[in-house]
């Protein structure tokens, strides 16, 4: 399988980078990540003035995507995340939404059979993994996104449901997409409150390829379970209203419900839930259960 290492990684999302991989579409490949500090931390005693802040959220890439041209919708499969690594969190003064914490901290956990082992003042505690992928994405059509912004071509979206299974669909800006990723978790919880999760250097299995449905509102995600619109804004009320506003749309635009059907079951089944509040923008999404749509005969988007 076609491989690149973590040393090929970029730290902004640009149509000038150069890509370092090729792909065909549905061709399985891997991309090796480092965890967001660029693997730097690797032991409490390690704190933060040993960081250089320019290697922050590396993602590995790009690969080109043949076939791909701006506007398509490009389907990105997450196949399979494997850890690497120790995984690694940081505290700070006035780190993430939590404004209660002073002091600067870092904790490297083991990882093993499934689990990371948590030290706390209290004990240890062995909390099962669920990993996911913070950065992911394509380039955009002009000018040069940081890799730690979320936004409409995907980035630090920091969006658990991108996860192994899913598949997250994000229109493409530039020919062959330009995709990368990184910032692997191998646990965190809704908001990332910390501005960190459990960071850690991953192995990951992907396919790609175009989709036929041209007015997906993307970043757009499916899993077994669920559809996801995921929306990032300056501030919560705008982003949770274009999640909003976004799945209404996928619910009455393709998945051809009436408005009032649409409206009736989003407030009846559908969850409104944060990705992360502090990347600095918002990321909101709204999923939707995929088991009402097929009872009303959806039969899915386009493979
Ligand atoms: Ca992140
Ligand atoms: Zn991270």
Partial sequence: MKTLKDDQVFYAFSPELEPKMSVAQNESFVLETCDCFANQLTSNDDTLDVLDWNRINPATGPVYIEGVKP?????IDIKDIELTGKS???????????????????????????FIHVPTAMGDLKLPHELMIGVIGLVPAEG??????PGKHGGNLDCNLNAPGASLYIEASVDGGLFGCGDVHALMGDGEVLVCGAE??????????VVDQPNLPTPFIENDDVYATVATAPTSDEA???AIDNMFYFLTEIAGLPDGDAGRLMSLVGDLKFCQVVDPEITIRFEFPKSVLEKLGYSGLPR
């Fill in 88 to 114: 690694v969190m940081i505290t700070m003064a006035g780190a993430g939404a939590i404004s209660g914490i002073t002091k600067a901290e870092t904790t490297v956990m083991e990882n093993a059979d499934g």
């Fill in 240 to 242: 949770y209203k274009m």
């Fill in 144 to 149: 040069s996104i940081p890799n730690g912004n």
């Fill in 71 to 75: 506007g398509d919708i490009v389907r």
């Fill in 200 to 209: 850690t250097p991953a192995r990951i299995t992907l396919s790609t390829s």
